[in-house]
């Protein structure tokens, strides 16, 4: 059965297949314009079959009738690249409105995202009020200055639910699942920002096939990298969200989270992505893999909006149990970062297995030049034991509560099980690649008190592996590349950001990790920052200026 995008419309999280040791795209890469082009991994599926791009935009055709390639090239010097603060300030010098800015992003999507020689496949589904709510925007007037994100269109990821569209997963069992907002999309819109539609993402959160390309899902079909098309992993399972952002289809996009899925696609498509303190930001109303381990997070070109849109997402959300209840206001977006550019006196731990990597070493030279210190350290010899069983049990009972709790009644499927018998109806062209993860989280069992062993020992376990260096050499955090050590730092329950620090000599990018303790976020903010600034490594995808 095919449908439109459009009847879409009327954090949450990539497990990520876990790279601790290598980058996704050593396999066979070429670079895009190379004679040949040759595919990393064969792929069975490139488009979707359950969007029609023609219906999706008789949306808003009328509406772009005015916006022409005149409007849209004398907007692009004001908008490509630019962070949200310039945006703010070009929108009260008259240089802009919200709803130029609307309009230049559902431009780019349609000349870009789907059915063309270009095409990303970024986008699963556009918010069809997005054009009110921008001229909206632009006519109210404030007496004490709104929120940074205020009036700013943001891409979510197809798991988090917002009110008046369809939250998917990129699953078709899903694909009846109208809900009320999330969450954090309820503290997004507070704050006025406006959503512009939802993110392509791998099925389930990557927790699903098993064997299938990241970025893949039956809805949204196969999302591809702005860096290069077929010859570079987008990374996932926040693939959408990673790509929409490195080729400027928005402002920022929300990701989420289990090990990897937003650090991993941040990294592939050189954006800087934000792993959250697991608590700081609400769950509730995310499909779910692991109620232990999920958050979502923010996903930017630069560091200055990361910040901006992380502040405008936090907050205590008692229904959630691992919410936490932050003391702080307002405060992690760029007014609050300190102005004196020095890492003076800071201690990062380095692994000593990377500095085989060229661009790791540049990095970590960069960071020198403005004080930092750096101490080379080995890896701990520790395990992560059960880790594939904690999610497992975990998606095993919190799947049923979100699809119960936060889903909708036009859904059909109640537990996993469901959804694996839903899809042996038309195998197909819903799941071409299988579904062994959904396999093996219905065979697996435990009792309580063995499920919580496991998730005490992986705790115990991914803490100690930051800890026992942290106490010995006096650590303010650690340096990694990618999502290399995400698996540690989410069952540790550390926060992460990855930040853009140059390409490989295929083209392929790569991000700097800063790895912290809980609730550090402001201090990986400003370290990202001052790197940020002093490395200016982050180029755009060529193709695509």
Not at 74 to 99: C, M, V
Not at 220 to 233: A, M
Not at 473 to 499: K, M
């Amino acid at each position: 059965m095919r449908f439109s995008i459009f009847f879409l419309l009327p954090f949450f999280i990539l497990s990520c297949k876990n790279q601790n040791s290598k980058d996704s795209t050593t396999e066979t890469v070429v670079v895009e314009d190379t004679i040949s082009i040759k595919d990393f991994r064969e792929l069975k599926v490139l488009d979707s079959k359950y969007i029609d791009n023609s219906e999706l935009w008789n949306t808003f055709n009328k509406a772009l009738e005015n916006f022409t390639d005149e409007s849209y090239n004398a907007l692009k010097p004001l908008i490509l690249e630019t962070n949200i603060p310039t945006l703010q300030k070009h929108i009260s010098n008259g240089r802009l409105t919200y709803e130029l800015l609307t309009k230049f992003y559902l431009y780019r999507i349609r000349k870009f995202d789907r059915e063309n020689d270009l095409s990303l496949n970024s986008v699963i589904s556009l918010n069809p009020n997005v054009i009110k709510e921008a001229i909206k925007a632009d006519n109210t007037d404030f007496e004490v200055e709104p929120h940074p994100i205020y009036g700013m269109p943001i891409l979510l990821k197809d798991n988090i639910n917002i009110s008046g569209m369809i939250t998917t997963a990129g699953a078709v069992a899903l694909q009846k699942n109208i809900t009320e907002d999330a969450f954090v999309v309820k503290q997004l819109k507070n704050q006025g920002a406006i959503i512009l539609g939802k993110a392509n993402l791998s099925e389930w959160a990557y927790f699903f096939c098993g064997d299938c390309p990241s970025g893949y899902s039956a809805i949204g079909g196969q999302t591809l990298n702005p860096y290069g098309r077929r010859t570079i992993d987008t990374g996932g399972s926040s693939s959408g969200s990673g790509v929409a952002v490195a080729a400027n289809f928005c402002v920022g996009a929300v990701g989420s989270e289990t090990s990897g899925s937003i650090l991993s696609p941040s990294s592939q498509n050189s954006v800087v992505g934000l792993k959250p303190t697991i608590g700081l930001l609400s769950r509730s109303g995310i499909v779910p893999i692991s109620s232990t381990l999920d958050t979502s997070g923010p996903m930017t070109k630069n560091v200055t909006d990361n910040a901006i849109l992380l502040d405008a997402m936090f907050g205590f959300d008692k229904k959630d149990s691992k919410s936490i209840n932050a003391k702080w206001g307002n405060g992690y977006y760029y007014d609050n970062m300190p102005y004196d550019d020095s890492l003076i006196g800071k201690r990062f731990g380095v692994f000593k297995r990377l500095l085989e990597d060229s661009l790791y070493v540049q990095a970590i030279s960069d960071l020198k030049t403005k004080g930092a210190i750096i101490v080379e350290v080995e890896e701990e010899k520790v395990d992560l034991p059960d880790f594939l069983r904690l999610l497992n049990l975990d998606m095993k009972k919190d799947l049923p509560i979100y699809l119960s709790s936060y889903g909708s009644n036009e859904v059909m499927v109640k537990s996993v099980k469901d959804v694996i018998d839903f899809n042996k109806k038309d195998s197909a062209n819903i799941m071409p690649y299988g579904q062994k993860l959904f396999e093996g989280i219905v065979a697996d069992n435990a009792t309580n008190t063995e499920f919580q062993n496991i998730k005490n020992t992986l705790k115990t376990n991914g803490r100690s592996f930051f800890d026992n260096p942290i106490n010995k050499h006096s650590l303010d955090g650690f340096l990694s590349i990618n999502n290399y050590h995400a698996e540690f730092a989410a069952v540790a329950e550390y926060p992460a950001i990855t930040v853009p620090m140059g390409y490989t000599e295929k083209g392929a990018p790569k991000g700097l990790t800063f790895i912290s303790k809980p609730l550090f976020e402001k201090n990986l903010l400003y370290w990202a920052y001052i790197y940020e600034q002093v490395s200016k490594r982050r180029k755009m995808p060529k193709n695509y200026n």
